[in-house]
């Protein structure tokens, strides 16, 4: 079965800092990836998708960047953190045949401070 | 553009009571997939159930059943006996059928409260 991997699950970072959070899946091939970002109570808030390799498309305008280096790893990065990229961040994946559902990773939990 | 709604920001229900979940949507499409996910306190997204608009019979996963009304575009979750571990947000989505992207549409998300 298919299964995504996300780490860390939980970061503190400083304003101004790096950002890299890993997005793995196993299972399935040529997946369709997916980061959402989960404010505290709230929806899903798409971010970015990609469709293969090197395929990013941005949902919203932010701080935020992904990139796509191999079919089963999706990375969502920032050079410079800002205090409102605190959130709850999940990735997901789709398979490209039958209902198409999306499965999830465990999230990673960002504060920054 | 599709649009999910659910009106019910929380619901709550007694241990081994039935509870119903509601969700619509707004779509020009005459075919597409519906899902309800949980996302229990450990924030994993769960799939709980998915419907195929074209089939008319309702999904059911064991204590998990759906009221699927196309005309209506509702598609309401019914908990049977509810359980602790039933406590969670539940979340509602569409997806079209033909898409590249496939990009789901998410609800808002309802709270479920589990009373023992």
């Known amino acids: 079965s298919q299964t995504i991997h996300q780490w860390p699950a939980t970061l503190v970072q400083p304003v101004g800092s790096p950002l890299s959070l890993e997005c793995t899946v196993e299972?399935?091939?040529?997946?369709?990836l997916y980061w959402y970002r989960q404010a505290a109570g709230r929806g899903l808030q798409l971010l970015f998708y990609s469709v293969g390799i090197g395929q990013i498309s941005s949902e919203v305008p932010q701080n935020l960047s992904a990139s796509r280096p191999q079919d089963r790893q999706f990375i969502l990065s920032s050079k410079k953190l800002l205090l409102s990229d605190s959130g709850f961040y999940l990735c997901?994946?789709?398979?490209?045949?039958?209902?198409?559902?999306?499965?999830f990773g465990p999230g990673t939990r960002l504060t920054v401070l | 553009a599709q649009t999910v709604t659910q009106s019910q920001p929380e619901m709550s229900v007694q241990e081994a009571e039935t509870v119903t979940l509601s969700c619509t949507y707004d779509t020009s499409e005459s075919d597409y997939y519906l899902f309800w996910y949980k996302q229990p306190p450990s924030r994993q997204m769960i799939l709980v159930i998915r419907q195929e608009a074209y089939k008319q019979q309702n999904a059911t996963e064991n204590r998990f059943s759906v009221n699927f009304q196309k005309a209506a575009k509702s598609f309401s979750l019914k908990i049977s006996d509810s359980q602790l571990g039933d406590a969670a947000m539940y979340f509602c989505?569409?997806?079209?059928?033909?898409?590249?992207?496939?990009?789901?549409?998410f609800g808002r998300g309802t709270s479920l409260i589990v009373h023992p």
């Open positions: 989505a569409y997806r079209r059928v033909s898409g590249g992207s496939y990009i789901p549409t």
């Open positions: 299972g399935t091939s040529n997946p369709n």
């Open positions: 997901a994946g789709t398979y490209r045949a039958g209902y198409n559902e999306q499965f």
